[in-house]
């Protein structure tokens, strides 16, 4: 009999002994949320099989929720779409978010992490999410899609409130989120109708010419710049404050990082398998699948993907530490298969300037008391995240690191 790991219970931790042990003596187990798998080789082929769908349409019926703002939105969103559509949008939207895009924006990502840090320098203390990880985030998606800059903080406050979506609370935060929804809506729709009369070289216009065409609908152009602001936001935010912690607790290995900045884009592909904020991808069958180990699925099936489990498997590396000098194979922080993240580009690049300028200006960096963390089941993160450091002058030049290969 496989085990039970109850993935709906906000005080269990998907990186904990329980699941680890699950691990060894499974490739799966049962969930509160369908099935489970925990090893490497059998999660990278079960996201490249095509008998799945993504499974997050069932998100909401789930948790209970069956109508309403909230249910109606999360069924038309990109990640719930499955097929023609899916590829329609994505192909429309993924011009922004593309390497050719993004590269150019870096030393502009280097002068607003020196920005932020110049805050609180001096002081020797700082609140990283607040002072950092969610300015840093969200005035980076404002330049990205074409909203105005100095208006971050309130959209912030929205994409805020309506990540708790993705998280095991959901319905006791439902009224949060659909309140978020309707400020965003409000507010992406105010952007449009701009656009509309004033088009700029920025997405939004992009998005108004292509409804314009007929490549998409005003509905799909509403929900999908309000799927995009809460979730270009509040991921990088969410594993800002994961990096951190991780990092923090491998003082060698931050020290290094400010010292070496080309080695930015490995430490966040190293946060990221052991301590990701998507701590599970869901997948639905579309048919039966004998998916090995005693496990076959039927139609209609749930399955999630554990991905520090996955990340962490001593199946698939000789050695699984954390170290941000070593390649590790392929984590699971940006899903896989079509669905793979739209702005994985924008996060890996945004994350590979800030963390290295971080460690840099606070190299001897430690947590100041446990902070306040989200679930460690669902998506997680830091809600609030004290560090204290050696106090250090405001820099008046800011020459800009390198962005590590």
Not at 14 to 23: D, F, I, K, Q, S
Not at 249 to 263: C, E, N, T, V
């Amino acid at each position: 009999m496989s085990r039970f790991l109850d993935l709906a219970d906000p005080s269990f931790d998907v990186t904990g002994e329980e699941v680890l042990a699950a691990r060894a003596e499974s490739s799966w187990a049962r969930t509160s949320y369908g099935y489970a798998v925990l090893r490497h080789a059998e999660v990278t082929a079960l996201l490249k099989d095509r008998r799945f769908r993504q499974g997050n349409a069932r998100w909401p019926a789930q948790n209970g929720i069956s109508s309403g703002l909230f249910s109606d939105w999360w069924h038309t969103v990109l990640l719930s779409l499955e097929g023609e559509d899916h590829l329609r949008l994505r192909r429309l939207l993924n011009p922004a978010f593309k390497q050719g895009t993004v590269t150019p924006m870096v030393p502009g990502f280097t002068e607003l992490a020196h920005e932020l840090v110049d805050g609180f320098s001096e002081r020797g203390s700082v609140e990283l999410i607040s002072e950092f990880a969610e300015p840093y985030a969200s005035r980076i998606l404002c330049r990205l899609i074409g909203l105005p800059e100095d208006e971050w903080a309130q959209v912030a406050h929205w994409a805020d409130d309506l990540g708790k979506c993705f998280g095991v609370r959901i319905r006791e935060d439902l009224p949060r989120i659909e309140a978020a929804l309707e400020g965003l809506y409000g507010y992406c729709d105010a952007v449009v109708r701009d656009r509309t009369d004033a088009p700029r070289d920025d997405l939004v216009s992009e998005l108004v010419a292509h409804q314009r065409e007929g490549r998409l609908s005003a509905e799909e152009l509403s929900v999908s710049l309000v799927f995009l602001v809460f979730a270009g936001m509040e991921t990088t935010r969410n594993q800002l404050g994961l990096a951190l912690q991780t990092l923090l607790a491998h003082p060698d290995q931050w020290r290094l990082l400010g010292q070496r900045p080309d080695l930015g884009r490995n430490a966040v592909e190293e946060v990221m398998r052991v301590n990701p904020t998507v701590t599970w991808i869901t997948r639905e069958a579309l048919e039966e699948v004998d998916l090995g180990n005693g496990l076959v699925v039927q139609e209609g099936d749930i399955v999630q993907v554990l991905s520090h489990s996955a990340g962490t498997d001593p199946r698939a590396q000789p050695d699984v530490s954390f170290d941000i000098t070593v390649e590790h194979p392929m984590h699971m922080g940006f899903g896989g298969g079509v669905h793979h993240c739209l702005g994985h580009w924008v996060a890996r690049t945004d994350m590979a300037v800030a963390l290295p300028v971080l460690a840099a200006r606070m190299p001897d960096a430690r947590a100041d008391g446990p902070g306040r963390w989200l679930p460690m089941s669902g998506n997680t993160g830091a809600v609030r995240y004290p560090i204290a450091f050696a106090p250090t002058p405001r820099r008046s030049v800011r020459p800009d690191p390198p962005v590590g290969g």
